[in-house]
């Protein structure tokens, strides 16, 4: 046993203002040190948070912040690699890591490669450090000359060297990109590999996280300890935590996910001799020995006690490797929105939630994930959570001397969780409730509403659209589907503003929508419809996904009623049903839900446009030409619909992130004549198609 470090890495609930950011900071550096850690690392831009709304504030707020942080007793005597927020350098921002020790700032290292694709802009804000391996001086705002006696800092692409080992940087993305700084840094002798990240929840996404982890490690060897932010923005992304801390591509500590939990300190016990004997590899040795130098701010200060000691059981983390814990993504839909939700509930002070339900899939899931979220808020009652349960009273109408605890999750949920089915002449037997999650839960007849519109346009107008199988043309059949859907927005939002006073409370409802992605691109909703809430916890998940989810959830929440929602063909409900008809989503769209969900991925993940995506499907599905132009064609026409979309989780796509043109030419002329050329030579093969799936089946 060699020379021993104890490591901490925090995750946090950051909700953008300064004084509880300071507070979490605090109490995090405190749980570190009492399990005996001398370094400590926290998320990316963990003083004010990722949502910078107006920089100049931002930035005078972060120094003082950063002032409270070197002047409390707790930050003396640990490496606390904090303090990461906006500096601005020679009249540039930079996204910063601020290094402290001891009342003095050893180092400012600011970001190098910024993430501006898909969520992430950054350069709206921040400029990146190209000067690599170089540093310059920062002269210090007055605020923090007078706690840190410093005139000027080292700012830069640099390292810290301690006594005994030496301290390495990184940001976020930058462990993203090719070459990433940990490799020229552990060839030129750093051990120990920080990195404060703001990286958001996507399915499946996680593997990625930890495989780059471990591969940072792995050839190179070495210590990564990685910090995430945890929680909802305030917009569209839940940042999904995960600390973890790996020692030569192995992880030996990880953090929770999905939780409600405002704090949580990841800590462990290794050995640094492990890293040195890993390193001792002839061909390692060659590329180090040519490796350019890095500056280093060398430090009178010690990470390891250079003498044997006891140690925490718990953290003694050399031997006992951690297997990595991964949820399937049915368990990600069921824990990410859940703690989106209950992040946004309590932020907007608002009373509760109100769905409208249809009896299809979609508004179930939502309702589905609604109730996890009130599960997810019982347990955390129940192990003594003193926050979460504040936050449940002053939701659920308690007084401030109330001594109610939300343990049962179907209690609480029919406190907070309000519901509605639209019935008319229209629907099906399918719809069904869910009463079995224990919403306070209202019918409506539509009949009557949807009635005196017609009538009114009759009156103005002389004459009275009728449906489609009634004899009516094409306009008058989407009008009338139109004016239902866009009378249950207008009566969700009554029901969300008056159900508290009918129930002698106060306040409102967040109005819940259930479009999911697959929909969304497609464009197959009604614009100001029932897709138009307040948020919406399924906008990013594709049907395929949410079945999984109902399927998932009836047997893991214990509700049964779940089943027949499974085999529920998927209907608007909008047209008359007749002995020859029945309205059927994926009639109107010419495409099913898993076909919708591979163009889905093509166009956005593959970057394929309408003749690239005939040309990867065509071997597969066979004659696909007038399908890829049905779904190009649609999307084109109905993108002006993505302008107003409800603002949803990003899990991974909600639609709003794709900022090319909302107005195209819809018939693609070019492209789609290329394909019919291509089309028109290949044989037809989906005979032979059919007969393989048949025999697969």
Known sequence: ??????????????????????????????????????????????????????????VLHSWEVLAKLLSSEETMGLYAISGCKPVVHKNVIYNCRVIIHDRKILLIRPKMWLANDGNYRELRYFTPWTKHRKWEDHYLPRIIQAVTKQTKVPFGDAVISTIDTCLGVELCEELFTPASPHILMGLDGVEIFTNSSGSHHELRKLYTRVELIKEATLKLGGIYLYANQQGCDGDRLYYDGCAMIAVNGRIIAQGSQFSLNDIEVVTATV????????????SRSMQAAQ?????????????????????REDDWRTEKYADVRYHQPEEEIALGPACWLWDYLRRSRTQGYFI???????????????????????????????????????????????????????????????TCTWVSVLSSLQNTNISTMASYHVDLNMDTVVTAVRNLFGFVTGVRPQFRSQGGTNAENLALQNIQARLRMVLAYMFAQLLPWVRGKSGGLLVLGSANVDESLRGYLTKYDCSSADINPIGGISKTDLKKFIAYAQRSFDLPILASFLGAIPTAELEPITE??????????????????????????????????????????????????????????????????TPAYHAPDDNRFDLRPFLYPSRFPWQFKKIDEVAAALPDRSQALLADKSKTE
């Not at 046993?1 to 890495?9: K, N, Y």
């Open 1 to 58: 046993m060699g020379h021993l470090i104890t490591l901490a890495t925090n995750l946090s609930h950051y909700l953008i203002y300064n004084k509880g950011n300071l507070e979490r900071i605090l109490a995090s550096i405190a749980i570190a040190k009492s399990r005996g850690a001398r370094l400590r690392v926290g998320p990316e831009l963990e003083i004010p948070w990722w949502l910078i709304v107006t920089v100049g504030d931002t």
């Open 271 to 282: 050995d640094i001799e492990d890293v040195r004997a890993h390193r001792a590899k002839s």
């Open 291 to 311: 490796s350019e130098n890095y500056y280093r701010v060398e430090v009178p200060f010690s990470l390891t006690s250079g003498k044997f000691e006891e140690i």
């Open 356 to 418: 409208p339900l249809s009896g299809g899939i979609d508004s179930c899931a939502t309702a589905v994930i609604v109730y996890s979220m009130c599960r997810l808020v019982s347990e955390a009652a129940r192990r003594g959570d003193k926050n979460v349960t504040a936050d449940a009273r002053r939701i659920a109408g308690e007084p401030e001397d109330s001594t109610y605890i939300p343990s049962d999750p179907r209690e609480f949920s029919n406190r907070i969780f309000h």
């Open 580 to 645: 020859t008809y029945v309205q059927s989503d994926e009639a109107d769209m010419g495409m099913t839900y898993d076909e919708l969900s591979t163009f889905g991925r093509l166009r956005k993940v593959e970057k394929c446009g309408p003749y690239s995506t005939f040309t990867k499907l065509v071997h597969e599905w066979g004659s696909i030409a007038d399908k890829v132009k049905l779904f190009f064609f649609e999307h084109a026409r109905n993108r002006h619909k993505m302008t107003t979309l």
